[in-house]
Each structure stands twice: as C-alpha cells, then as structure tokens.
C-alpha cells in the first residue's frame, strides 16, 4: 500500500512537470495567435490585453504589403538548399561510413569543427566572395552560403545512418553482382531512408528559419520571409498584429513537417543514435 502511494505520488509529480512545461511552451504560441487576431489598438495596449474582438485584417495586411513575396522565397531557398545538400551530403556521408581512405579522420573532425564554429565568423569573408562573383541578391548565393553550414551536419548524420547498416547485406548484393553504385541506391540508401527524411526534415526546418546570413547576403529579390517580417517595424510604431501573424505563416508549416514527419524522425534519429 505505501509502495502504491509512493508511485501514485512520483506519478502525480511527473504530470505536474509535463504540464508545467508544456504550458511554458505553448504560451508563447497561444499569444501570437492571439495577437494575430487582435485589432492593432488592442494589440499594443499597455498593459497587454488577452482578450479582445477579433479581427482577421492583419492577415490582409501581409497581403497589402507583399510579404507573401517574401514568403514563397523563402520556400524556394529552403528547396534549393535541402535538395542540394542532400544530393552531395549522403552520397558523402556513405563514403564516411564504408569508406577507408587516407585523412578520413581529419576530414570528419573538419566537418565536426565546421558545425561548432560560429557563422559570424563566416559572414564577412562570404559576403566579399559572393560580392566579387555576383552573387549576392541571388538564390544560388544563398543556397551556397545555406549549405556551408548545413553540409557538415547532413555529412556527419548520414554517415551514422549508414555506419549502422550492416556490411553484410551490402556485400550479399555485391556477391549477387551488384556494383558499388548500385549496392549503395538499391541496398543501402532504402534502408537508410528515414534517416535521410529525417536529415532532409532537419535542414528544410534550418532553412526555413534562417535570419542572419539572408540579413547580409539577401536582396530587394530574394529577402526571406524571416527577414521581411522586420517590415513591420516601422519608424514610429510597431504593427504587432500584422508580424504576428507573419510569424504564424513561418511558424505553422514547421509544426505541420514536424507532425506529419514524426514517425519518420523518431525512426530515423532512433537509426542513427546507436552505433553496433
């Protein structure tokens, strides 16, 4: 009897913790979508007002001012940069895993060090390259300039992906005549493949909500919605009914990929964490 007590209390005190926590996440999402309904005079009251008369003409405003402009480039920055990450990062992470070549170790720490340097460092020496070459103000820049950082980590998680495949199974399909291009699109990356949904998820989210490098690199043509919803921000005033619902149009497509992908990435991390 006090052993069921004592678990009933500890379970008592665990859903307390799960609430607590999950109430501290969700606030913050709760008040924009509030905001985003709210009139402007509401939305800038002093003090803040939780409740007020709804109003869907903030959505209208993004219309007027054309961010959804913003908007579908950021969807075309974020599909450039995961499909060409992808396209040179597995093929690479495959050669990490089965590989044997020499500087194979230094290679991955590089690529280890390269995702613990901060992109500061980055920004100027690739704004005076891009600047020189033209591509500044273009997708391909900042497709280029996405992937200096998102290369290393779709490399380093596809290696680990791999790196838990069995050898043998690749070397049955060698043994039944396959040849190492082959083994590697028809063995080894279907068995990879939520791991590489989940590294395609990862750096279409990393992407999609990138601020400071487009802050430099971006253009008139090619400014994100990440950095178009500084528009809001005027001289005198701030609309924050109109950035908050601009903030719901970057928030609410991540939040759909996360959940429709959520056994993909569960499966796929779950692939990836343990190396046999």
Request: charged residues 10%.
């Amino acid at each position: 009897m006090k052993r069921f007590r004592r678990r009933r209390g500890d379970l008592i005190v665990r859903l307390g913790l799960l609430v607590f926590g999950l109430c501290v996440i969700a606030i913050p999402y709760m008040w924009i979508v509030l905001t985003a309904i709210k009139r402007p005079v509401d939305a800038a009251a002093v003090p803040p007002l939780l409740l007020s008369p709804t109003t869907f003409n903030n959505f209208v405003k993004l219309v007027d001012d054309n961010y959804f402009k913003s908007l579908l480039n950021s969807v075309i920055i974020a599909g450039l940069t995961t499909a060409s990450t992808l396209v040179l990062g597995v093929p690479a992470g495959y050669a990490f895993a089965r590989g044997r070549f020499p500087g194979r170790a230094f290679l991955g720490g590089w690529l280890l060090f390269s995702r613990m340097v901060p992109p500061v460092i980055f920004i100027i020496p690739l704004f005076l390259f891009f600047h020189d070459l033209g591509l500044i103000d273009s997708f391909g820049g900042l497709m280029l300039a996405y992937m200096t950082g998102l290369l290393p980590f779709a490399i380093w998680m596809s290696a680990s992906y791999f790196a838990d495949i069995p050898l043998d199974i690749e070397d049955a399909a060698r043994v039944d005549g396959c040849t190492r291009y082959q083994a590697f699109v028809l063995t080894a990356l279907p068995l990879a493949l939520p791991g590489i949904v989940t590294v395609a998820n990862l750096i279409a989210i990393a992407a999609w909500g990138e601020y400071f490098v487009p802050l430099i690199l971006a253009g008139p043509n090619t400014t994100p919605a990440t950095v178009g919803v500084v528009n809001f921000v005027g001289y005198d005033a701030i609309n924050w009914g109109a950035m908050a619902a601009a903030a719901l149009t970057l928030v609410v497509p991540v939040f759909l990929l996360t959940v429709a992908a959520q056994r993909g990435l569960l499966r796929g991390l779950t692939a990836g964490a343990v190396k046999g």
